[in-house]
């Protein structure tokens, strides 16, 4: 007889895992379909262009970080290639620029998919201007 419960008990936790699983993951599988995205407002500390030339990585350093965090343009499906005017900002924009960028989580890592330079003094550009506006 306390072989028949002891069996019973077995099936009864075995379910309940099951079921605290199946639970317990659901939420976490529909944060995974929505990717992960902000804004990033910070000092370009480097520059550099990919191996093939398509791309370009750069390193910024936000308000309170100790370290510069990599980013790279994001990949246009449509074009088979970064987005185009954003990778011409990231391009036309200089070390120490202070720089306002949206991303993206991917599979290779934060993305760009916005870019704007604040520039200083006399290349100041005026209020509302954006450099991923071109299209």
Sequence with gaps: MAKGKTMFARIVTTCLVVVGMVVGGFPAAAQEDKPRTGTIIGELKSKKDTADGKNTVIEVLAPGEEKARKYSVLFDPKAKAPIQSVLEAVRAAKVGDKVEFEWQQTGHGPMIKAFKVFR????APKK???DTDKK
């Design 128 to 130: 509302g201007h954006s």
């Design 120 to 123: 200083k003094g006399a290349d």
